[in-house]
């Protein structure tokens, strides 16, 4: 069942991201489905940490733009937006490059909450990051322009 309350496709959404902080770092989405969000970083420079790994908060990036983006399409943004009350993640394995894939799905999407899994994986489909994104759902006059 489609739960998405906007009809928006990949493009639009990436230009969502122009001069910000998923811009900077590679952030894309890649895909959309029915339930679920999906999209790609790449594990290089600029997202490395001194060892040479993924950054932990690069991953922690990820799942915001995927689960934050997720929310918003679930509302109507002349009416409400979705703002971050909280987000953890647990990290399973290191990334030392190429692209990690994030998957965005709801647990929960309340009148006034939301909460999102976000699964990010390497390109060998290997666990790299599980995340757990909460959201406030919030008048829109409460939060800036998009």
């Known amino acids: 069942m ?3 309350k906007q009809d928006i496709d ?4 990436n230009g969502w991201s122009a001069n910000t902080l998923m811009e900077a770092i590679g952030i894309r989405i890649t895909a959309i489905g029915d339930d679920w969000l999906q999209g ?3 594990v290089d420079r600029r997202t490395h940490q001194p060892y ?4 932990g ?4 990036a990820l799942a915001e733009t995927l689960g934050s983006t997720a929310a918003m399409l679930t509302l109507d943004p002349a009416k409400e937006r979705a703002v971050g009350l909280d ?15 994030g998957t965005a799905r709801p647990l929960h999407t ?8 976000i699964r990010i994986e390497d390109e060998a489909g290997k666990l790299v990051c ?4 909460t959201m406030a759902v919030v008048p829109a006059a409460a939060v800036g322009a998009r």
């Not at 990949?10 to 959404?13: I, M």
């Not at 908060?57 to 922690?60: C, D, E």
């Not at 647990?90 to 990690?100: D, F, M």
């Not at 599980?130 to 994104?133: A, D």
């Open 2 to 4: 489609r739960i998405w």
């Open 10 to 13: 990949v493009e639009q959404l």
């Open 40 to 42: 790609t970083m790449p």
């Open 52 to 55: 040479g790994l993924l950054h």
């Open 57 to 60: 908060g690069a991953s922690v």
């Open 87 to 101: 987000i953890n993640a647990n990290h399973i394995r290191g990334v030392l490059s190429g692209t990690v894939t």
């Open 110 to 117: 309340g009148r006034s909450t939301q909460v999102w899994e």
């Open 130 to 133: 599980i995340s757990r994104l």
